[in-house]
């Protein structure tokens, strides 16, 4: 998948230019997994391998191991009973271990050349690609309820790809560089930020988390890495990778731990330089918010990127096309669970066409699987995350069946007796500014506003203004003209605009990922200016005529 060319590149070291290597990188292929095949093998054999097992993961800073009284257990959301992996968390003493020790390393890492930084992400990435696929396919699926085309383009694909396009910008960059002038040379050094980076990740994608942490230590910075607790298993492997394939001790030091310990111990830190942030608007809120009031201990102002959900909506003209509207609008609303960033969880539809579209959805909604991904393989979603994701979304459904203005049309129970499933779930609602039609639910439940048709730019405003979220948004329609009016109306209404196409299924270096508003800082990960937000560059000014003169031509 790599083609590498010769160019110049700039050393970190200095502004010498030296001939070294970029890389030609495609997307990862996304393989079937049919019966017979390969891949399928592997990974049966690699969940075999992991059935009824608890992995110890400990806390490592550097090369040390560490195990502290604070044990925790990631549970396998289809199968509660299943101890998935045994960690500990870090306390306040230990991460501020972490701090010293990534800092101390800092400067041997940032200096390094960018070239030999990537190489390190190629490696992974090929790893992922090859020997390490089932691997950490298998703890994805396990730890947290995937299927396997799920974990396929989510802790393959997805991630090989952030790691060989990042490695590729990052390489890239040094190639930007300022104009020269008559008698001097100018260079721009793209330096890793002074302190650390904090990388917080969410359970959702294995991926995010190696790019939260990778693609910072790919521009030079070091990084504490909370993963999340849901995700252990999959993280662990993920971070045994980038250290298997060259990454030294103290770069990216992984630290399980309770967010508001972590969050309090690195915003309190003088040496904090930045924060890369997937998940809640409550936690990122008061992360920014700690920030804020230690902005006088910082050496630097530090860096926040932080993406954080959506209420995304599916918008239906009159034109649309029947087929692609209720196919799309089921992968996005019920794909693993619900549980994505960008899933469809607000429907808006026309009169004229709503007893075609709802025959249509509910005649699929017959046909899906809710099951075991692992016994399995035509399960289409699986349970939800744990606990307190079920017991939040059973409150949205019984709100649902209680409230006079929403009906629920297809789904609406739950059972949490031997895992956490959610029935997918569709409700028709009366009332477009319900609150359903305005809050993050994250899970199988896709709520519906029927409209008259000839009221549809009243409803591309009502789309805009209902959520406070950005995050994405499709439009279904056949006319061109509708089409750029609802491209003008929600211009500001999602950061992942889509045409004719389901909100969900963003991919790396082919739509740069991200919202704004409530959705987050819009930092756009998978695309080539995302490597910008983690350096401090220094531009140098080399004269090579000595200057003879103070005084200036005017003064005669």
């Known amino acids: 998948m790599l083609r590498v060319r010769s160019l110049f590149c700039v050393s970190s070291r200095g502004f010498k230019t030296f001939p070294c290597a970029a890389v030609e990188v495609k997307n990862e292929p996304i393989l079937s997994f049919k019966e017979g095949s390969k891949e399928r093998a592997q990974l049966v054999e690699a969940l075999k391998d992991l059935k009824g097992k608890t992995e110890e993961i400990p806390c490592v800073i550097g090369d040390e191991q560490i195990w502290t009284k604070d044990i925790r257990y990631q549970l396998s959301p289809f199968n509660h009973a299943h101890k998935v992996a045994k960690f500990c968390y870090a306390d306040k003493e230990l991460l501020n271990k972490a ?10 890492w940032d200096l390094k050349p960018v070239a030999d930084r990537a190489q390190i992400f190629f490696k992974a990435a090929d790893e992922l690609s090859g020997p390490k696929r089932a691997e950490v396919l298998a703890k994805t699926m396990i730890g947290q309820g995937k299927t396997v085309v799920q974990a396929e383009i989510d802790a393959a694909c997805e991630l090989i790809d952030f790691f060989r396009f990042n490695a590729k910008h990052a390489v890239e960059l040094e190639q930007h560089q300022p104009l020269n002038s008559d008698g001097s040379t100018n260079t721009m050094l793209y330096r890793g930020l002074e302190g650390f980076v904090a990388a917080v990740a969410p359970f959702n994608f294995t991926a995010i988390g190696g790019n939260l942490a990778g693609t910072p230590a790919i521009m030079g910075n070091v990084v504490l890495w909370k993963p999340s607790d849901a995700a252990m298993s999959a993280s662990y492997a993920v971070y045994k990778i980038l250290r298997e394939s060259g990454l030294p001790p103290n770069i990216i030091q992984f630290v399980p731990a309770d967010g508001p310990v972590f969050g309090d111990t690195v915003a309190s830190s003088e040496h904090l330089a930045g924060i890369n942030f997937t998940g809640s608007v409550p936690t990122f809120k008061r ?10 201990i910082y050496k630097n102002f530090p860096r926040v990127a932080g993406e954080c959900g959506g209420k995304n909506f599916h918008f239906v003209h009159k034109s649309a096309d029947i087929g692609s509207v209720v196919t799309g609008t089921i992968r996005s609303a019920f794909e693993y669970s619900g549980q994505k960033c960008s899933a469809c969880s607000r429907m808006y539809v026309p009169d004229s066409l709503w007893p075609q579209i709802k025959k249509g959805l509910l005649n699929v909604h017959k046909q899906i699987k809710v099951g075991d991904p692992v016994q399995d393989f035509g399960t289409f979603f ?7 994701s079920f017991g939040r979304i059973k409150g949205w459904l019984q709100y649902a069946e209680s409230s006079p203005n929403l009906t629920v049309i ?15 779930t569709i409700i028709e609602t009366k009332d477009p500014q319900d609150k359903i039609m305005n809050e993050e639910i994250f899970g199988p439940v896709l709520t519906v506003y029927v409209y008259p048709e000839n009221d549809y730019r009243k409803v591309l405003e009502l789309i805009d203004n209902t959520s406070p979220y950005a995050l994405t948004g499709a439009v279904f329609a056949q006319d061109k003209a509708v089409l750029d009016e609802a491209a003008k109306a929600l211009r ?44 401090s560059p220094q531009v140098v000014k080399e004269t090579h005529v000595p200057l003879r003169d103070w005084k200036y031509s005017y003064m005669g």
Not at 382 to 388: E, K, M, R, T
């Open 492 to 535: 500001n209404a999602a950061g992942n605009f889509y045409v004719n196409d389901k909100s969900t299924g963003s991919v790396v270096a082919q739509q740069p990922f991200g919202g704004s508003r409530a959705s987050g800082t819009n930092d756009k990960p998978g695309g080539p200016h995302y490597v910008l937000r983690w350096t």
């Open 382 to 388: 699986s349970a939800v995350i744990d606990d307190n």
């Open 287 to 296: 992360l920014w918010k700690q920030v804020a009031q230690n902005l006088d």
């Open 410 to 424: 297809a789904g609406g129970k739950c059972d949490d007796k031997k895992g956490y499933f959610v029935e997918p």
């Open 99 to 108: 701090i010293m020790a990534s800092v101390a390393a800092r400067r041997e």
